[in-house]
């Protein structure tokens, strides 16, 4: 809260002035729908100037990229054809990571290259149309992807979310659906405690049981074929995504025949591409043998 450097109300109505002053500013982690209340601001009604918007939006994603999590990769090696090296991330905030409405997530996206730029290994890559290729909820609303201590396929991703589920253990995203969580293992804060946590902040899920997800942190274990790999060296890239709206949010309220839901799909579809902010990432070469 920087200091204005002279006296001022606090108020716009008989705000009487007063030492010091400090301005405030809460940043929230929404970026994505800030942009779609300016896309349409006539369809909206929306009061604020379209510059307004744009400032909030680069503030908000600003934050987001420097002040939310830190990412690195620990110890790659080679043995036997296969490539194996840790990703750690650590979650800066004093809260959960992501936090806030459950539609919200953030996800590995790590990706194994040789010299020429091949892919060789890709987890979590994020289509255009909002989803996660590998994610089992995205590709089906009755499943959902597991908390991940070790990755060794391309189709698993390790995702940090909460997973509501239904009185009869359906994945739902219906507020007054959700009975429980199938799934919790949003990015614990520094000094939280899994095994003490009060029930309504918990964890859930296999994450419970990972011994290397703990307060203020997570480390995934990547094991990675590059048997055919002919280059000399390779490029290990890692980066945590995120999403205040994930794909599976919007997709679901398809089958509401109604003008607000259709209205919403058609604004998700059309700005998904967008929907992405990276927070954190990290990159390194090794000798390929």
Do not use: C
């Amino acid at each position: 809260m920087p200091r204005v450097g002279e006296d001022g109300p606090i108020a716009s109505i008989f705000g009487a002035s007063r030492p010091p002053l400090a301005q405030h500013t809460f940043r929230g982690g929404n970026a994505f729908m800030l942009g779609i209340f300016n896309k349409y601001r006539g369809e909206l009604g929306v009061a604020a100037l379209p510059q307004e918007l744009d400032a909030a939006i680069k503030e908000t994603r600003d934050y987001l990229g420097s002040a939310a999590a830190r990412v690195a990769i620990d110890s790659p090696r080679i043995t036997g054809g296969t490539l194996a090296f840790d990703v750690r991330v650590e979650n800066l905030g004093g809260h959960k990571l992501p936090t806030a409405y459950p539609s919200r997530r953030a996800w590995l996206h790590v990706r194994v290259t040789d010299e020429r730029g091949a892919v060789l290994f890709e987890s979590g890559a994020p289509r255009a149309d909002g989803s996660i290729v590998g994610n089992d909820n995205d590709e089906d609303p009755l499943k959902f992807e597991p908390h991940h201590p070790e990755i060794t396929r391309a189709d698993q991703v390790q995702i940090y979310e909460s997973i509501m589920a239904d009185r009869d253990g359906r994945p739902t995203t219906g507020l007054l659906r959700g009975a429980r969580y199938a799934k919790d293992n949003r990015l614990l804060p520094h000094g939280f405690d899994k095994a003490t946590a009060d029930a309504e902040v918990a964890v859930h899920g296999d994450a419970e049981a990972d011994s290397d997800f703990v307060g203020g942190s997570d480390r995934v274990a990547y094991r990675v074929d590059v048997g055919r790999a002919r280059a000399s060296r390779l490029r290990v890239e890692a980066a945590l995504l995120y999403q205040s709206v994930g794909y599976r949010w919007a997709d679901n309220l398809r089958a509401y025949d109604a003008a607000e839901t259709q209205r919403f799909v058609r604004y998700y579809a059309e700005s998904a591409a967008g929907a992405t902010v990276t927070l954190a990432s990290a990159q390194l070469e090794t000798a390929a043998r």
